[in-house]
């Protein structure tokens, strides 16, 4: 089944991203440090879809409060906490929303303007559990913008520097994630740095994780999720390098290594030469979809599991790693466009109906989160799943989406 306005993160991103971005990715990194966690990736050549059974006991829906003064155009982020969840409509409302894990609305902010307490743009957001803060970077006015959780200003602190996401790792640091962004003042040997660790107290800045002078930024649009939390802190993904680096202090520092067999150097920088070598978007999507090498472009990290998605050719992959069993499960599908495919190899059997299961965040809890629109209710009013039909009683088509909270499996 085709769904017309499907808002799922890997079918909106998968037809326009190409992936460049390395860390000093003309060199072979293999971390050898003992605290690294080594990852050996299947890589099955067969297809294999899972039911979302498999590795999931049960689907929680929380319908986000609906109101005139708060109307959700997308959820573009989604941050859950302790005790509230952060919803981020960074185009339609360009609004953040606090939400109570029931659903209920908390607190707005919506502060759009030139003043030193508004933002022109919101561009990503960072939040400090701790501290009850909101860090919003504002790329169109150069500024990093702190709130507290119930919507008070505090502070404007100017940002003149070029990054496309942002995190809060800890000690008054942000870090940001520069993409193939030229931050011409950070060159170093003809390269630039993925990352920046800017301390706002201090005004110190650290770059880190550097990429070569001549790979373009044409094209070039990013992956779901270039931070995410473990149990430790921040951890970034960053596009053709398979570490995932741990931000403490001022420096990134290898933490997971995703194994995809010997030859997976070799296919990187071939694939590579052959971006380099493309002259337009057109031939850049085409070099993308037929590349050889896996491409991870998910990563989320729970207290017992470990969550990725990535590509190789037109096979689309799920792999769920349990670190204390060193277990791996493994699902993959073949995506064909003309066939109206789906690049999602896990089939939701939990609640009779089969909204894809697409996970864009994660709690320390085991817990991974979804998002669904209310009018996709309209193509299973036949469903016998008494959760669900009471759900489709309290909802209307138009209502603000609705999150899922998944409950993991632990093995």
């Not at 989604?78 to 929303?97: A, F, G, T």
């Not at 420096?251 to 030859?263: E, L, M, Q, S, V």
């Not at 792999?319 to 896990?346: D, M, Q």
């Amino acid at each position: 089944m085709v769904y017309p306005r499907l808002k799922t993160y890997g079918l909106f991103l998968v037809v326009i991203t190409i992936i460049l971005y390395s860390c000093k990715s003309a060199k072979k990194i293999v971390p050898t440090n003992n605290t690294v966690l080594r990852i050996h990736v299947p890589l099955n050549k067969d297809e294999h879809k899972l039911p979302l059974s498999a590795v999931a006991d049960s689907l929680h829906y929380i319908p986000l409060e609906t109101r005139d003064d708060a109307l959700i155009g997308q959820i573009d982020k989604l941050i859950p906490l302790n005790d509230r969840m952060i919803i981020v409509d960074k185009e339609k409302s360009q609004s953040i929303y606090l939400y109570d894990l029931q659903g209920h609305l908390l607190h707005k902010i919506k502060r759009q303007g030139r003043s030193g307490k508004e933002y022109i743009s919101l561009t990503d957001i960072a939040v400090d559990p701790e501290g009850k803060r909101i860090f919003i970077w504002d790329s169109q006015g150069q500024k990093i913008l702190i709130y507290t959780f119930d919507g008070t200003f505090i502070t404007t602190i100017p940002f003149p520097y070029s990054v496309h996401s942002i995190a809060y790792a800890g000690d008054s640091t942000i870090v940001g994630y520069c993409g193939y962004t030229p931050n011409a003042q950070f060159s170093k040997h003809s390269q630039y740095p993925n990352l920046l660790f800017w301390n706002f107290h201090s005004g110190q800045i650290h770059p880190a994780c550097y990429f070569n002078e001549g790979l373009t930024a044409d094209h070039v649009v990013g992956v779901i999720n270039n931070f995410s939390v473990d149990d430790d802190g921040v951890v970034a993904l960053i596009p053709m390098n398979d570490t995932i680096y741990q931000t403490t202090g001022n420096k990134a520092t290898p933490k997971y290594y995703i194994y995809f067999g010997d030859k997976q150097h070799q296919l990187l920088q071939q694939y590579i030469d052959n971006l380099n070598n493309s002259i337009d978007v057109h031939r850049s999507i085409e070099v993308f979809n037929n590349a050889s090498p896996c491409l991870l472009m998910n990563f989320l990290a729970t207290r017992n599991l470990i969550y990725m998605f990535f590509k190789k050719r037109q096979t689309y992959y799920y792999g769920f790693y349990y670190p204390k069993s060193k277990r791996f499960i493994e699902a993959s599908t073949s995506y064909e466009e003309h066939l109206n495919g789906n690049r999602i190899p896990v089939t939701n059997d939990l609640d009779d109906i089969t909204i894809p299961f697409m996970p864009i965040a994660a709690d320390e809890a085991n817990h991974f989160y979804y998002t669904i629109d209310p009018y996709l209710f309209d193509y299973f009013k036949e469903t016998k799943d008494s959760t669900l039909r009471q759900l489709m009683a309290r909802v209307s088509p138009n209502d603000n989406p609705i999150v899922v909270k998944v409950d993991m499996k632990v093995w």
